[in-house]
């Protein structure tokens, strides 16, 4: 009996698996509006459930990449700030910190939304998160003191703004 059974339960397994790495394909391929689809690929198979995850799995890993990244940038600034001296460039890091809190707070009630399939509310949130970057460089370029760097958080605020957009077009045909 179980052995006449293994077959169906190979072809359904096959069958599931090969539907999910569509759905990440699929994606990846709509999402190419949003950011790049190799950025996108790589970014989502960070997380292996991506391989069999459904549409609004997927919109959580890009969600939680996002949410990790924002943290981890955060406590950079908080670091920065500590050992900052000059008060421009203290008054920039505050403002890039708390956009950076905000965005985390919306990123993190946007899961509740995604939970009750509430597609245009997650949408909503994670695009008032997403200037999180930009305002964060604004507020360092405005600081105009010698010691920022011109790179300084450049790459930390342009890779938080390419995992907003992903979870933005990941969500996008679910709207
Ligand atoms: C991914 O999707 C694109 C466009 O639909 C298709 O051309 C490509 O063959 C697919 N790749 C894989 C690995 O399924
Ligand atoms: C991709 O977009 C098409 C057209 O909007 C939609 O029918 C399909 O469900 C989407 N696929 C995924 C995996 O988001
Ligand atoms: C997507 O997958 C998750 C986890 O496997 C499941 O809980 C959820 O019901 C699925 N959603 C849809 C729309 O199929
Ligand atoms: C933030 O996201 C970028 C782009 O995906 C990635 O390269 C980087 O390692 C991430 N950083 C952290 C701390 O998660």
Redesign the pocket.
């Known amino acids: 009996m179980v052995l006449s059974l293994a077959p169906l339960w190979i072809i359904l397994l096959t069958l599931s698996q090969c539907t999910a790495a569509t ?1 990440l394909n ?2 990846c391929t ?1 999402a190419s509006g949003f950011v790049p689809y190799d950025f996108c690929m790589v970014t989502l198979r960070s997380n292996p459930h991506s391989r069999h995850a459904n ?1 609004t799995t997927l919109a959580f890993i890009s969600l939680n990449l996002a949410i990790i990244n924002a943290t981890s940038t955060k406590a950079k600034i908080d670091t920065l700030l500590h050992n900052a001296r000059e008060p421009e460039l203290k008054n920039g890091l505050q403002a890039c910190d708390i956009v950076y809190s905000n965005a985390i707070m919306d990123l993190k009630s946007t899961g509740d939304f995604l939970l009750s399939s509430q597609f245009e509310t997650a949408k909503a949130l994670v695009s008032a998160a997403s200037t999180a970057g930009n305002e964060c460089g604004d507020a360092l370029r405005h600081a105009e003191v010698a010691s920022v760097p011109r790179r300084f958080l450049r790459k930390e605020n342009g890779d938080f703004g390419l995992l907003t957009l992903l979870f933005l077009g990941v969500i996008n ?1 679910l709207l």
Do not use: D, V, Y
């Open positions: 759905t699929e994606t709509n549409t045909p």
